[in-house]
């Protein structure tokens, strides 16, 4: 079955540095793509960044600069390098796969791991 396990949250001060892997298993990981979700305290989805079966990544305007997202095939594992953190990107974690049959969506989520960025 489809699984997708983040891993490598933690506390980490302002300024500094994470990386979230995401390990998938049970399907062809090299054919889809990847999404990093994020979730703050009492706000909504947003979507980090998104990664394609070649990989190339996409951001949003909140992370880009500070984070890059890449993509391991042969370990089907995705990466999330959060540099020059802020107390804004505290929130929940999640890697996602994206299914372009029927339209595009997302069809599994992982568990998701916590981020906090706090002196």
């Known amino acids: 079955q489809v699984q997708l396990v983040e891993s490598g949250g933690g506390l980490v001060k302002p300024g500094g540095s994470l990386r979230l892997a995401c390990a998938a298993s049970?399907?062809?990981?090299?054919?889809?793509?990847i999404y990093w979700v994020r979730q703050a305290p009492a706000k909504g989805l947003e979507r980090v960044s998104s990664?394609?079966?070649?990989?190339?990544?996409n951001y949003a305007d909140s992370v880009k600069g500070r984070f890059t997202i890449s993509r391991d095939n042969a370990k089907t594992t995705v990466y999330l390098q959060m540099n020059s953190l802020k107390p804004e990107d505290t929130g929940a974690y999640y890697c996602?796969?994206?299914?372009?049959?029927?339209?595009?969506?997302?069809?599994?989520w992982g568990q998701g791991t916590q981020v906090v960025v706090s002196s």
């Open positions: 990664i394609n079966s070649n990989g190339d990544g």
């Open positions: 049970g399907f062809t990981f090299s054919n889809y793509w």
């Open positions: 996602a796969r994206v299914e372009s049959k029927g339209g595009w969506h997302i069809d599994y």
